[in-house]
């Protein structure tokens, strides 16, 4: 490791203590809950870090594929921010489509939400340029973004859930960017609750209904990829999310296919699946997006991403119960 590659490290990668429940103010429902999203915010550093640090992006994914399989896909999206982040230092773009390009590929879903985590830290004209990249999973980007806001900026954006954040980007119409950051809200609210059921349920709840189903996707993908809920817990959130169900599952399905196409499946997830998804395999889930993901995207105020996320609810929520505690 080379001086100046040590030091890039340390000066861009954000302190660990910043990802800390108390640090951030955010409920504990236990001890395991806790250590679980504490490892989670450690691996994401760790990804960050590594992809400041490495010489190319190919050494960055050797050394992410070290982390343990529950936690590489956080790793992946810290990379994705840290490589925009040396990119915005550097200029162009050649550590993060090292990234997107090379071993990391299979992370994709991870890494373009990494990039919406670089979004929220830099000045705009440093953003990388979205009209290139793919064109759906674009979208993904500002996921990243809306969980960066609640999870770092928790009393604007979400302690104040009456207040109008306004955003604009190339990516794609305001109107539905905005539900896009809300999606990403509610996955930050698995973790402003601890994983408790009842504490996310309340926080979404205390935004305008009409935010509440793109906030329950967030949920129910963070709910299945992080985990930390038995499956009374996954039942009793399914039951709050009411009317907004079929957005719960969608959420949950996206995270089966990040983790089934990255090799990152874990035991949570078959639980979750099995709970959400209509008593469906991970394998299964993830089939159900992939084999109705849109080729592209045709920039009307419809965007294929919010398609690809309906035919995603409905084909599951539609599945009658085949397992014992399956819900959708």
């Not at 992410?64 to 990379?79: C, H």
């Not at 340029?129 to 928790?154: E, M, N, S």
């Not at 973790?191 to 935004?207: E, N, Q, R, S, Y």
């Amino acid at each position: 490791m080379s001086i100046l590659r040590a030091l890039r490290r340390r000066v861009l990668t954000p302190n660990v203590r910043e990802t800390l429940l108390e640090t951030r103010g955010f409920h504990v429902k236990d001890e395991e809950s806790r250590q679980q999203l504490e490892t989670v915010g450690a691996s994401f550093l760790q990804g960050y870090a590594y992809a400041v640090e490495a010489r190319s992006a190919d050494e960055a994914v050797d050394w992410l594929e070290t982390v343990p399989r529950a936690f590489r896909g956080f790793a992946y999206e810290g990379a994705g921010m840290g490589a925009v982040m040396l990119d915005s230092l550097t200029g162009g773009g050649k550590r993060l489509t090292g990234l997107l390009e090379g071993g990391g590929r299979h992370h994709n879903y991870m890494i373009y939400v990494g990039i919406g985590w670089a979004m929220a830290r830099l000045p705009r004209f440093l953003w990388p340029d979205v009209t290139t990249a793919d064109p759906v999973l674009r979208w993904l980007i500002l996921d990243g973004y809306g969980f960066h806001q609640a999870y770092f900026k928790t009393d604007a954006y979400v302690r104040d859930p009456g207040r109008d954040h306004p955003f604009t980007w190339k990516g794609g119409p305001d109107a539905y960017s905005a539900r896009v950051i809300d999606q990403g809200i509610g996955r930050a609210l698995w973790f402003v609750g601890g994983t408790d059921p009842d504490v996310v349920a309340g926080l979404i709840g205390a935004f305008p209904a009409h935010r509440h189903g793109d906030m329950y996707a967030g949920a129910g993908l963070a709910c299945t990829y992080a985990g930390s809920a038995c499956e009374e817990e996954l039942l009793r959130f399914a039951g709050h999310a009411g009317v907004h169900r079929p957005s719960l599952v969608q959420g949950s399905a996206f995270a089966c296919e990040a983790r089934e196409r990255a090799g990152t499946t874990i035991a949570h997830t078959h639980l979750a699946a099995r709970v959400l998804c209509g008593g469906r395999t991970p394998e299964e889930a993830a089939r159900v997006c992939t084999d109705s993901r849109p080729a592209g995207c045709d920039g009307g105020q419809v965007p294929a991403f919010e398609t690809w996320r309906r035919h995603i609810a409905a084909t599951i929520s539609s599945v009658p119960r085949t397992q014992k505690g399956a819900v959708a």
